[in-house]
């Protein structure tokens, strides 16, 4: 895509290079400890707080209904409104192997001045390894909403721990108020680093993106590490928060390479042949070169932004951004946008675990109640 940053020229010369030491240890210490994801049963995924979301059980499963009392039917017909039925139907099925793990609900702010949805689809993969969390507080009288989405990769407990712990750490973070940005940045580094600790003993070595959202009154923050990302609506236009760290972003790669690492080309470019993207949580064996150090953009909230999506890489990977905004604008509220962009990720061929929020902004309440923030 355009805005996944510049890509690397030199293919040929990249996937001949050999490693450093460092680089090379670690890709064969990961390669050793890879193994194969198990099917099992799904981590069930949510939020602390009351949120509405619906279950069913469907030929001896637990499954998630998103449309109420009706299952795959409707599936198949709001897929039949974008020309692509045929492969939600293939997937809906109840027993063995197509057993379908979905989440879906809403939310809105006490403040009253956003209106959430969000959707969560195992998809395609054996497991599901994203998580989200929405969080709502109150410092200092300014109203405080922060939204992420925790992409997990070699496993699902980095994105588990980054949901249980990420925003609680910022939040009690002493300079959250007065010097956000410092704080967003130093809360993904000391959970980066809480994590490995706590998993020092275990052999695992998974990873996670986060993508977050972080209002503090009308004042935004978008953080991002990793390859899920933060588009904005504007007056219809989209407009990314956020820039994914894939290897073969030209000053990600001299990051990576100065720090003794290299990128190579294995299917995609990826770090030391490993790993696709340059940025994360975890992922001890290669943490000299994966930092967990997040890109942060501000945005003031005015009449013109419409809504914010944060989705997982497995949206990303088959739907623009630009038609991404446009589904949404189609639809009547952020719950049904959110499982609309599930279902459209799904039905043009995601591989991958796709989760994503909306957030719509409810600017006729912004002017009322407490000032920018």
């Given amino acids: 895509m355009a805005d996944d940053g510049e890509v690397v020229e030199d293919q040929e010369?990249?996937?001949?290079?050999?490693?450093?030491?460092?680089a090379a240890e670690a890709a064969a210490a990961i390669a050793r400890a890879a193994r194969p994801s198990r099917s099992g049963r799904d981590k069930r995924l949510g939020v602390r707080h009351p949120l509405k979301h619906r279950r069913f059980r469907a030929g001896g499963k637990m499954m998630v209904e998103p449309w109420g009392a009706s299952s795959a039917a409707q599936a198949v017909?709001?897929?039949?409104?974008?020309?692509?039925?045929?492969?939600?139907?293939?997937?809906?099925?109840?027993?063995?192997?197509n057993e379908v793990e979905y989440i879906c609900g809403g939310w809105k702010s006490?403040?009253?001045?956003?209106?959430?949805?969000?959707?969560?689809f195992r998809g395609r993969r054996?497991?599901?390894?994203?998580?989200?969390?929405?969080?709502?507080?109150k410092i200092d009288d300014k109203q405080i909403n922060l939204f992420g989405i925790f992409d997990g990769h070699g496993g699902s407990r980095a994105a588990e721990y980054l949901k249980e712990h990420l925003f609680e750490n910022l939040l009690k973070h002493p300079a959250f108020i007065t010097?956000?940005?410092?704080?967003?940045?130093?809360?993904?580094?000391?959970?980066?680093?809480d994590f490995l600790y706590a998993e020092t003993n275990t052999k695992r070595e998974d990873g996670s993106t986060a993508s977050t959202a972080i209002f503090v009154g009308n004042h935004l923050y978008v953080a991002n590490v990793g390859d899920s990302r933060a588009v904005m609506s504007k007056s219809g236009k989209a407009i990314a928060l956020s820039v994914d760290h894939k290897p073969n972003r030209r000053d990600e790669r001299k990051r990576i390479e100065s720090a003794g690492g290299v990128v190579m080309w294995s299917g995609t470019w990826r770090v030391g042949g490993v790993l696709a993207m340059s940025r994360a949580f975890g992922n001890r064996l290669l943490k000299r070169f994966v930092v967990a150090?997040?890109?942060?953009?501000?945005?003031?909230?005015?009449?013109?932004?419409?809504?914010l999506i944060l989705a997982s890489d497995g949206l990303w990977d088959v739907v623009p951004n630009q038609l991404a905004i446009a589904h949404v604008k189609g639809e009547g509220d952020p719950e049904a946008a959110a499982r609309k962009l599930t279902?459209?990720?799904?039905?043009?061929?995601?591989?991958?675990?796709?989760?994503?929020?909306?957030?719509?902004?409810?600017?006729?309440?912004m002017d009322i109640d407490s000032p920018s923030g």
């Fill in 110 to 120: 006490e403040d009253r001045r956003m209106n959430c949805g969000y959707s969560s």
């Fill in 293 to 307: 150090e997040p890109e942060i953009q501000e945005q003031e909230l005015d009449d013109d932004l419409e809504f």
């Fill in 126 to 137: 054996a497991s599901m390894e994203d998580f989200y969390d929405i969080k709502s507080s």
């Fill in 77 to 97: 017909a709001g897929a039949r409104e974008v020309g692509e039925a045929t492969a939600v139907a293939a997937s809906m099925g109840s027993e063995g192997e």
């Fill in 343 to 365: 279902e459209i990720a799904f039905a043009r061929g995601s591989t991958d675990n796709i989760t994503c929020i909306v957030v719509e902004f409810r600017h006729d309440k």
């Fill in 13 to 22: 010369g990249a996937s001949s290079s050999q490693c450093p030491p460092a």
């Fill in 179 to 193: 010097d956000t940005k410092s704080a967003i940045s130093e809360t993904y580094r000391k959970t980066d680093s």
